[in-house]
């Protein structure tokens, strides 16, 4: 960390350390019944550093952002930081203290929740430690391990306090009807956390049970009724905003009353009221009715919570009932889900209340930040006031209307040659009435016309458009005065915010000053990011309605012409094909494949015939062997020959004889005549048979 980080880090802490002991000898000196003994301020290093960053970037401090403090500028800035800090009855002061406490705690509401149910499960460590760390089996150990579990189990569920002994008594039985004692060797032999795992499943069940005993009349002790304390927690929450809430309409009407007075009558009879103070103060009721509208907001959010909430709860213990009834035993697996869901919605029951809780705490301390200063308004300045008032937001007219007024405007300008404003009214953009607005939709010419009076724009005129941002403005007069120099009020609205701390979370200018979130969950305050010394950038917008109607891909869509024509000849050759499946030991339990089917390419080759010569086959015959022998001198007597009957392949017989050596014969003749060549035994040709 640089020096001069150092030096801020040491600014804030100084600031923290010297207001909160001049806040304490305050409030230790005031009496008991005074403002400052009843609203003690907690004075953070978010706050600090807020104020630190208001007076540093306030020109009339005359300090330099860019250069480095010395030492008088480091003692003077502490100390006009608390001065502030500590100031009695300033509207400004109590502004940013109230935007510092709500934009700090209400955001973080489920980090709240968290932190309490962390801090009740580390109540339980303790005893859960204890209970996992027993190895030792035996009967003595089991009881005061069973004891200590029972204790385990009030603690954790918060459901009736673990020292009343008809609450023991009841947890125990239930215990018992899940866990038995005899189950207590098992556990023991479990690791750490199969141990805690199954305690908590345990809590559960046994909280679930204790609940149905309460709706059935036959136990319950100690257990709250809930229900009834969330839905009257939250009427009262209800009937407080709602009483806050008109009350704080009323003080915004009276104060623009009579701030229009004042600036249109020529001899105002303000007597001892300072214009500047009411503006102040209105600044203030206006950011008071935002968060009261806020909590409003959230308290409707648990009412629909609660009502599901209680119908869950109804059903599931009816369901109980009906599984329980006329039955000695009821199988497990039926009951311990439904009691596991009535602890669970149970615990819904208690984060609510803890909820409602939380937002009555931050409904009293900002009443508290109210109450920390008055603005007197005397009866006659009331009277002449009267006729100025009006209500706090102009009614909506129709979309037709707010197009015609829109589009007379837009006539109006181009009639001056004012460029570069456009008028955006619901006829040429959609979603109108839910387009962000800057400044949070107040109007920049009346802030600024009227020294730092917030006055909300009126959406009936049409918004303009200027550098792709959106402004709202009061009057028509307003959106003329702030076309023809836009950058002046700009830059009058963030010299307005650095001399008043109060406009900046007031106006959304959080691109241009660190917000309270930034300031809240830095690790370091650097300079950089206590001054709003951001980098630079650039921003860009378009105009362009995108997502309209609902997107529709369709997954087989091809934009290919050569895939599209796979398929097609795909499904064409699938269409002569026959579906057919069997089932064999083969294929049975083996996963499914897919393949892509390609049809065969028909292909073709230019080559030449193919053809076989012309050999004869060699053919022979052996005559002669049936008839017996005879003498060798005998020429009748028939003798063992081997007859060849060669045939060419052309079909025509080659018989060797008859005509000749070598002459030929006709198919029919050789076969008719039986011809062949005779070999005798010996060798040699003999004659023709």
Known sequence: MSSSDEVIRYIIRETVARASALLKARRDAAPTDSIDAANPVIVTETLAAFLVRAVVLDPRNDFRPDRELGRDEVDRLIQLCVERITVKNNPVMETVKMQVYFDTNFPAQADFLHKEKQSHINACAPLLRDICEVKVKAIAVYEALYRKIVSYLLLRSHVGGPTDMRVVREATAGLESVFPQSELSTFISLSRQEKEAQLNGLAQLVTGIRLFNKQLGKGGEGVDDLPELCARELAKLTDSLKVLTTDTEDRIQTYTAVAEYADTSSNPHLGELSLSRLRSALVFRREFLIYLDALQEQTVRSQTTLSTLTSRFNDTVRDLKVTCRAKTAVPVDQVYPQFILLAN?????????????????????????????????????????????????????????????????????????????????????????????????????????????????????????????????????????????????????????????????????????????????????????????????????????????DTYIDPNYEWNEWELRRRALMLVNLRKKQTHSTQTNGSHFRRENETQHYPPKPNHTQTMRSSSTSTPKTTTYMTGLRHPSQKAGDEHTPRFNVVDLTVDLDGLPAPYGGGGFGSRMTAERAAAAGVGRVIQAGGGVDKAV
Not at 488 to 502: C, F, I, Q, T, W
């Open 345 to 549: 919605l149970w615990q819904n029951y208690m984060d609510e209340l803890f909820l409602l809780a939380f937002r009555q705490g931050v409904v009293h301390t900002i009443q508290q930040h109210a109450r920390s200063f008055q603005v007197e308004i005397s009866s006659t300045l009331l009277t002449l006031s009267q006729p100025y008032r009006r209500e706090i937001e102009k009614e909506i007219l129709p979309e037709s209307q707010v197009i015609a007024k829109a589009t007379d405007l837009m006539v109006a300008l181009a009639v001056k040659g004012i460029k570069g404003i456009e008028i955006i009214h619901p006829g040429n953009t959609t979603q109108y009435y839910r387009l962000p607005v800057e400044y949070g939709g107040f109007c920049a010419h009346t802030l600024i016309k009227r020294e730092g009076l917030v006055v909300p724009g009126d959406k009936n005129l049409g918004l303009v458009k200027y550098k792709d941002k959106l402004y709202a403005f009061s009057s028509e007069e307003a959106v003329r005065e702030f076309s023809k120099l836009p950058e002046r009020y700009v830059d009058g609205v963030l010299e307005s915010a650095r001399r008043s701390p109060d406009l900046v979370q007031m106006l959304h200018l959080y691109p241009y000053f660190p917000t309270v979130e930034a300031l809240e969950h830095a690790k370091s305050f650097t300079r950089q990011r206590l001054l709003g010394h951001m980098q630079l950038v650039t921003e860009i917008g378009t105009q362009v309605d995108t997502h309209v109607v």
